[in-house]
């Protein structure tokens, strides 16, 4: 195949070798060297995809699979959230994951016997806790200090789709 | 094991109705090895999910029976179609694209793309939903439309759940509750699975229409380019629907441009079938259908220009169901249509300061696309002369469009643009690499048969 190329090289103008060239040298092989450095996107993305990067969001959403798997669609489950930084962003985000890891069930918050429907509910409950009142998107700083204060733990217990909770 | 077997069969599923509807609107045209099972999945893909909206909207949900009985039935009518217009066909034999299918060539290309296909089904199937918007938008929307027809759905009415877009369109939230209902559940993990073949079409959709354009060796490393530009790997396996629309807008370009060239009817409706698939796969797209019928229009000689009102109106006609759905779903803020009055644009011009330095410097970001951007005004300098061409100034006005569609956008957001532009200019970015990529080919095919004047022999070897 290499020598067929060469070959073909060589028959071709001069402009044709240097169309290939410049596609070559400027589309495909930076490309290739950028994806290979080490600050490159797959890398980074490779090493947060470990099972021994706490803080990995993707973890998080396995923990929260495995941990929905194993409850079924009854029992309590424990789910732990640990993080270092107050951030509005990782609050949103679990508060996403919620609404999209729990659809269409029905939950209940322990151990508060309230009826929650979705992960916006569990924001709210988890705002009521704190001194400050919920104040969505203002009150996300607030929630944001429960999850350092209380290291993040939730209990939820799950009731069936449009049942009583 | 299972959830492997159950989305090759739903793939299949997708290959086998896009390659009827290939077949009833192409006849028998040859392709580029590979070309052809990637435009029937890229079709496919539009017109399976299209059909399971339908049906969801007659109380229908995606389900093992339903996807495969749509399949069948779509796929025979076509397929009857075919039949029945035989014979008819502007493109027999005698008028194939290429006289030989590279398979070869094709080969090379597919072991080429074989380490970015691997890392993208790994980022796809190797683990969970992990981007925000794939989450918090269209992994919902998958499970929504999944467990209940959209007519009975009370998502679409919970404003509490606005975060997620309830009036996006829902063309990869149908894609992906396909898979699920194949495997009879919803699976975090098999519902990316479509997205390798959506990376594979890409490639090879690409690759097959700059076979039509330039030589063959050229059009493979043009499409390996792309298919290896940072952004393209980054996106691909993702789970949000900029990837798939990519594809769809490849589509809808190659086919016009190739329409605009040879003049083939064919290609001008499965140009409009790309188009409206578009529109129902993101809000951008209904723009950019809009940008390529304008386009269209501006850049077609006297006699066709008649033509770009009727690519408008199929567009418009074919989307009719997605538009009607979407006048019974609450109003949110980020309406940008209803955002494009002077009363928005004019005091926020102020915002070109930041959203203009922010898209030219896009474009030197290597890290996201490489050097593909250098490589389009490299080429249009070398084959400044296809400016003379109709079908080069159609692409050139689809590109303009589409970057000034995205500018005038961020310029009414209701959002903080800068902040906006952070998390979505690379994406927006993407929609509009199909067509630079056409584009270098177009310039750097100019600048090959000039001045010689004779074409390159590569076309038919």
């Given at each position: 195949?290499?020598?067929s190329?060469?070959?073909l090289?060589?028959r071709?103008?001069?402009?044709?070798?240097?169309?290939?060239?410049?596609?070559?040298?400027?589309?495909?092989?930076?490309?290739?060297?950028?994806?290979?450095?080490?600050?490159?996107?797959?890398r980074?993305?490779?090493?947060?995809?470990?099972?021994?990067?706490?803080?990995s969001?993707?973890?998080?959403?396995?923990?929260?699979?495995?941990?929905?798997?194993q409850?079924?669609?009854?029992?309590?489950i424990?789910?732990?959230?640990q993080?270092?930084?107050?951030?509005i962003?990782d609050?949103?985000?679990v508060?996403?994951?919620?609404?999209?890891l729990?659809?269409?069930?029905?939950?209940?918050?322990?151990?508060s016997?309230?009826a929650?429907?979705?992960?916006w509910d569990i924001?709210?409950?988890?705002?009521?806790?704190?001194?400050?009142?919920?104040?969505?998107?203002t009150?996300?700083?607030?929630v944001?200090?429960?999850?350092?204060?209380?290291?993040?733990?939730?209990?939820?217990?799950?009731?069936e789709r449009?049942?009583?909770? | 094991?299972?959830?492997?077997v159950?989305?090759?069969?739903?793939?299949?599923?997708?290959?086998?109705?896009?390659?009827a509807?290939?077949?009833?609107?192409?006849?028998n045209r040859r392709?580029?090895?590979?070309?052809?099972?990637?435009?029937?999945?890229?079709?496919?893909?539009?017109?399976l999910?299209?059909?399971?909206?339908?049906?969801?909207?007659?109380?229908?949900?995606p389900?093992?029976v339903?996807?495969?009985?749509?399949?069948?039935?779509?796929?025979?009518?076509?397929y009857?179609?075919?039949?029945?217009?035989?014979?008819?066909?502007?493109?027999?034999?005698?008028?194939?694209?290429?006289s030989?299918?590279?398979p070869?060539?094709?080969?090379l290309?597919?072991?080429v793309?074989?380490s970015g296909?691997?890392?993208?089904t790994?980022?796809?199937?190797?683990?969970?939903?992990h981007?925000?918007?794939?989450i918090?938008?269209w992994?919902?929307?998958?499970?929504?439309?999944?467990?209940?027809?959209?007519?009975?759905?009370?998502?679409?009415?919970?404003?509490?759940?606005?975060?997620?877009?309830?009036d996006?369109?829902l063309?990869?939230?149908f894609?992906?509750?396909?898979?699920?209902g194949?495997l009879?559940?919803?699976?975090?993990?098999?519902?990316?699975?479509?997205?390798?073949?959506?990376?594979?079409?890409f490639?090879?959709?690409?690759?097959?229409?700059?076979?039509?354009?330039?030589?063959?060796?050229?059009?493979?490393?043009l499409?390996?380019?792309?298919?290896?530009?940072?952004a393209?790997?980054?996106w691909?396996?993702?789970?949000?629907?900029?990837?798939?629309?990519?594809?769809?807008?490849?589509?809808a370009?190659?086919?016009?441009?190739?329409?605009?060239?040879?003049?083939?009817?064919?290609?001008?409706?499965?140009?409009?079938?790309?188009?409206?698939?578009c529109v129902?796969?993101?809000?951008?797209?209904?723009?950019?259908?809009?940008?390529l019928?304008?386009?269209?229009?501006?850049?077609?000689?006297?006699?066709?220009?008649h033509?770009?009102?009727?690519?408008l109106?199929s567009?418009?006609?074919?989307?009719?169901?997605?538009?009607?759905?979407?006048?019974?779903?609450p109003?949110?803020?980020?309406?940008?249509?209803?955002?494009?009055?002077?009363?928005?644009?004019?005091?926020?011009?102020?915002?070109?300061k930041?959203?203009?330095?922010?898209?030219?410097a896009e474009?030197?970001?290597?890290?996201?696309w490489?050097?593909?951007?250098?490589?389009?005004?490299?080429?249009a300098?070398?084959?400044?002369?296809?400016?003379?061409?109709?079908?080069t100034?159609?692409?050139w006005?689809?590109?303009?469009?589409q970057?000034?569609?995205?500018?005038?956008?961020?310029?009414?957001t209701?959002?903080?643009?800068?902040?906006?532009?952070?998390?979505?200019?690379?994406?927006?970015y993407?929609?509009v690499?199909?067509?630079?990529?056409?584009l270098?080919?177009?310039?750097?095919q100019?600048?090959?048969i000039?001045?010689?004047?004779v074409?390159?022999?590569?076309?038919?070897?």
């Amino acid at each position: 195949m290499v020598d067929s190329l060469y070959a073909l090289l060589q028959r071709r103008q001069p402009r044709f070798t240097l169309v290939l060239m410049l596609i070559l040298g400027l589309g495909f092989v930076p490309s290739i060297i950028l994806q290979a450095r080490k600050d490159s996107w797959i890398r980074e993305f490779i090493l947060e995809s470990r099972q021994d990067n706490p803080s990995s969001r993707i973890w998080l959403i396995k923990d929260l699979l495995s941990l929905l798997g194993q409850s079924g669609t009854s029992g309590d489950i424990g789910l732990i959230y640990q993080t270092n930084r107050t951030n509005i962003n990782d609050v949103e985000f679990v508060y996403y994951t919620l609404n999209y890891l729990l659809y269409p069930r029905r939950v209940l918050i322990g151990p508060s016997t309230t009826a929650i429907r979705d992960g916006w509910d569990i924001l709210n409950m988890v705002a009521l806790h704190h001194e400050h009142p919920p104040e969505w998107p203002t009150s996300v700083r607030s929630v944001g200090i429960f999850f350092q204060e209380a290291n993040g733990r939730w209990g939820i217990e799950f009731g069936e789709r449009g049942g009583s909770s | 094991m299972m959830g492997l077997v159950l989305s090759a069969v739903y793939a299949a599923s997708i290959v086998c109705v896009g390659a009827a509807a290939l077949k009833a609107l192409a006849g028998n045209r040859r392709y580029v090895a590979g070309g052809q099972t990637a435009t029937a999945f890229a079709l496919g893909c539009g017109i399976l999910s299209t059909a399971l909206f339908w049906m969801s909207l007659a109380g229908i949900r995606p389900t093992r029976v339903s996807i495969l009985s749509v399949t069948i039935l779509m796929s025979l009518c076509f397929y009857g179609v075919y039949r029945r217009m035989n014979g008819q066909k502007e493109d027999g034999p005698a008028s194939t694209i290429v006289s030989a299918g590279f398979p070869r060539i094709s080969g090379l290309l597919f072991i080429v793309v074989l380490s970015g296909l691997a890392f993208v089904t790994y980022a796809s199937v190797g683990v969970p939903l992990h981007e925000w918007d794939a989450i918090a938008i269209w992994g919902l929307k998958a499970k929504v439309v999944y467990h209940e027809p959209i007519r009975e759905a009370a998502y679409f009415r919970d404003l509490t759940k606005s975060y997620s877009h309830l009036d996006y369109p829902l063309g990869p939230s149908f894609l992906t509750a396909g898979v699920y209902g194949m495997l009879g559940g919803v699976n975090d993990i098999w519902g990316k699975s479509i997205l390798s073949c959506v990376y594979l079409a890409f490639v090879f959709l690409m690759f097959n229409c700059l076979c039509e354009k330039m030589d063959r060796w050229l059009a493979f490393a043009l499409s390996t380019a792309a298919a290896f530009t940072p952004a393209v790997i980054r996106w691909a396996g993702a789970g949000t629907a900029d990837f798939v629309l990519m594809m769809y807008i490849a589509g809808a370009v190659g086919f016009l441009y190739r329409w605009l060239e040879k003049g083939q009817r064919a290609d001008f409706v499965i140009a409009i079938l790309f188009s409206s698939f578009c529109v129902f796969t993101k809000h951008e797209g209904l723009p950019i259908s809009l940008a390529l019928g304008i386009s269209l229009g501006l850049a077609s000689p006297r006699g066709k220009r008649h033509w770009a009102v009727l690519y408008l109106i199929s567009v418009l006609a074919v989307s009719l169901p997605w538009f009607g759905f979407l006048q019974t779903l609450p109003q949110t803020q980020e309406n940008y249509w209803m955002r494009m009055t002077a009363g928005h644009i004019i005091p926020n011009l102020d915002r070109l300061k930041v959203i203009l330095p922010a898209f030219m410097a896009e474009t030197v970001q290597f890290k996201n696309w490489g050097g593909i951007w250098i490589l389009l005004a490299v080429s249009a300098v070398l084959g400044r002369r296809a400016f003379q061409e109709s079908s080069t100034r159609f692409l050139w006005f689809t590109w303009v469009h589409q970057i000034c569609i995205y500018i005038l956008a961020y310029v009414v957001t209701p959002h903080n643009a800068k902040d906006l532009i952070d998390v979505s200019l690379t994406r927006l970015y993407l929609h509009v690499l199909p067509v630079s990529i056409f584009l270098v080919a177009a310039h750097f095919q100019e600048f090959l048969i000039f001045p010689s004047c004779v074409k390159s022999d590569s076309l038919m070897s």
